[in-house]
T-cell receptor, first 110, second 116 residues
Framework: TQLLEQSPQFLSIQEGENLTVYCNSS?????LQWYRQEPGEGPVLLVT?????EVKKLKRLTFQFGDARKDSSLHITAAQPGDTGLYLC??????????FGDGTTLTVKP | GAVVSQHPSRVICKSGTSVKIECRSL??????MFWYRQFPKQSLMLMAT?????????EQGVEKDKFLINHASLTLSTLTVTSAHPEDSSFYIC????????????FGSGTRLTVV
């Protein structure tokens, strides 16, 4: 079983602050995805990273894939209340199966 | 592109009855779909992999006779919760992928099942 450890599990910050969420594994993944989920909804794909060392930016969100393709981070700059939600990382294997991290519940207070 | 539709979004059923949940890929074909279960404030737990034209692959601990999966076409997979009990109440989500490393998985909007 390939495990993905996500940290922190819970994060509560004030609007305007920066934050970083980490996703770590001892396994190598062919790609890694980050999702955001709101209560009562399915997860929505934010980004897919496939190359070791890759950095992708999506407005105020910056995603990085580790050089060895075992870990990833999500950095949010100047967080807003609309960023509140459950953030999930998922590592995909060549067999097509995804392993999800335990999730990070982010609350951004106005 | 890559839209997955899941129906129904909410269902309440009596204990002992069966409930069918549908997952459709609207604008792409999916030979493989995945079914997850999610408890409040927790991550997704993979239940089974649905394979078009063949039997589903179930994860350890998931009762295949209780959670029947049928993937009869390249755009439709169904999950039937048979003889539902209150402990089956949960949020069920399906996903599919266009395939290839560059694509993530597109999730349905989920089904909130409540067994009373």
């Amino acid at each position: 079983t390939q495990l993905l450890e996500q940290s922190p599990q819970f994060l509560s910050i004030q609007e305007g602050e920066n934050l970083t969420v980490y996703c770590n594994s001892s396994s190598v993944f062919s790609s890694l995805q980050w999702y955001r989920q709101e209560p009562g909804e399915g997860p929505v794909l934010l980004v897919t990273v496939v190359t070791g060392g890759e950095v992708k930016k999506l407005k105020r969100l910056t995603f990085q894939f580790g050089d060895a393709r075992k870990d990833s981070s999500l950095h949010i700059t100047a967080a807003q209340p609309g960023d509140t939600g459950l953030y999930l990382c998922a590592g995909a294997t060549n067999a097509g199966k995804s392993t999800f991290g335990d999730g990070t519940t982010l609350t951004v207070k106005p | 592109g890559a839209v997955v539709s899941q129906h129904p979004s909410r269902v309440i059923c009596k204990s002992g009855t069966s409930v069918k949940i549908e997952c459709r890929s609207l604008d792409f074909q999916a030979t493989t779909m995945f079914w997850y279960r999610q408890f409040p404030k927790q991550s997704l737990m993979l239940m089974a992999t649905s394979n078009e034209g063949s039997k589903a692959t179930y994860e350890q601990g998931v009762e295949k006779d209780k959670f029947l999966i049928n993937h009869a076409s390249l755009t439709l997979s169904t999950l039937t919760v048979t003889s539902a009990h209150p402990e089956d109440s949960s949020f069920y989500i399906c996903s599919a992928s266009r395939g290839g490393r560059s694509y993530g998985y597109t999730f349905g909007s989920g089904t909130r099942l409540t067994v009373v």
